[in-house]
């Protein structure tokens, strides 16, 4: 294990996405930056793997449209289960209130899809480091 992975301990980012590619992509270009993710694919799957991992998760990528519980449910979900740390909605609507409704929903900022290395990684900056000085 090198350096920055065991700096991050048990902590991971948990992708949300019901998108084979994008979840693929995404997925990779976390783990290729040494950030340990578990991507599920819906809203369900999420909540699950909050339950039993509660600790570990310091950052949420949230698609929106998703079946069986979708990403806002899911986030409402999430911070009614207590956490409180950083939900990043993923969107590919930039001219729809998604964004809107994603932060009533709970969720603290946004990133369009398809999603970019640049910005994918100003997110993990913005959010991830930032939790991790608390
Ligand atoms: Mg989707």
Do not use: C, H
């Amino acid at each position: 294990m090198d350096k920055e992975k065991s700096e991050l301990g048990n902590g991971r980012i948990l992708l949300v996405e019901d998108d084979f590619i994008n979840g693929r992509i995404i997925s990779r270009l976390l783990e290729m930056d040494k950030i340990p993710t578990d991507w599920v694919k819906n809203g369900k799957e999420a909540l699950d793997f909050y339950e039993k991992n509660k600790e570990s998760v310091l950052m949420v990528f949230m698609d929106l449209q998703m079946p069986i519980i979708d990403g806002y449910q899911a986030t409402v979900e999430l911070r009614k289960n207590g956490f409180d740390r950083p939900i990043i909605a993923m969107t590919a609507n930039a001219f729809s209130d998604d964004q809107v409704k994603s932060a009533e929903a709970g969720m603290d900022d946004f990133i369009l899809k398809p999603v970019s290395k640049i910005e994918l990684f100003m997110m993990v900056e913005k959010w991830l480091n930032k939790e991790r000085r608390k």
